[in-house]
Every structure is written in C-alpha cells, then in structure tokens.
Nanobody
Framework: QVQLVESGGGVVQAGGSLRLSCAASGSIRLNTMGWYRQAPGKQRELVASITSPGSTNYADSVKGRFTISRDNAKNTVYLQMNSLKPEDTAVYYC??????WGQGTQVTVSS
C-alpha cells in the first residue's frame, strides 16, 4: 500500500515560485500521478498529470507556468510552480492512479 507525503507549500508573493513534492512510500514507476487543487468554496480540480512514460497534461489555467515531473528512482513527483498568481491560492493534493490521495499542502499567493 503506497502512502503519499506532500511538502513544499507555503506563502509567496505574486510572481514568485514554489516547488511541491510528493514522496511515495513505494514504487510509482507504473503509475499515473497527478496534482489537484481546491480553493475555498470551489470544487477540486486537476492541475497536472504525468504518466509513467512521462507524458504530461495541464489545466489551461496553468499551462506555461507549472511543470509536473517525476523521479521514479526517488519515488517522487514534483510540481514546479512559476509566475504564481493570487488565483493559484488553494490546497494542492497529490494523487496516485486517480485513487490514492495525499494529505494536501496549502499554497497561498499574496498580491
């Protein structure tokens, strides 16, 4: 049973950057991974996903600013977040194979 542990959230000014990490307790080599976010009063939405071979998909709102990547040797998935906007403020969740969720990490972007 794989467990996901997220880190890297925090408070940044608009235009700044953060890198979120999702460390798995077991191998993620064969799994599709994703990052979701949920802002106050809104539904959880997919931000980015990455397949085992490395194919990626992004929400239109983050294309060109966010990059999802994986390091299978470290059993870790990353979300590099650049040019952050206040609208990016949300709790960000790591997801494994569309079924297993991390605990979430808060990202707050101030104007």
């Amino acid at each position: 049973q794989v467990q996901l542990v997220e880190s890297g959230g925090g408070v940044v000014q608009a235009g700044g950057s953060l890198r979120l990490s999702c460390a798995a307790s077991g191998s993620i080599r064969l799994n599709t991974m994703g990052w979701y976010r949920q802002a106050p009063g809104k539904q959880r939405e997919l931000v980015a996903s990455i397949t085992s071979p490395g194919s990626t998909n992004y929400a239109d709102s983050v294309k060109g600013r966010f990059t999802i990547s994986r390091d299978n040797a470290k059993n870790t998935v990353y979300l590099q977040m650049n040019s952050l906007k206040p609208e990016d403020t949300a709790v960000y969740y790591c997801n494994l194979q569309y079924l297993l969720w991390g605990q979430g990490t808060q990202v707050t972007v101030s104007s």
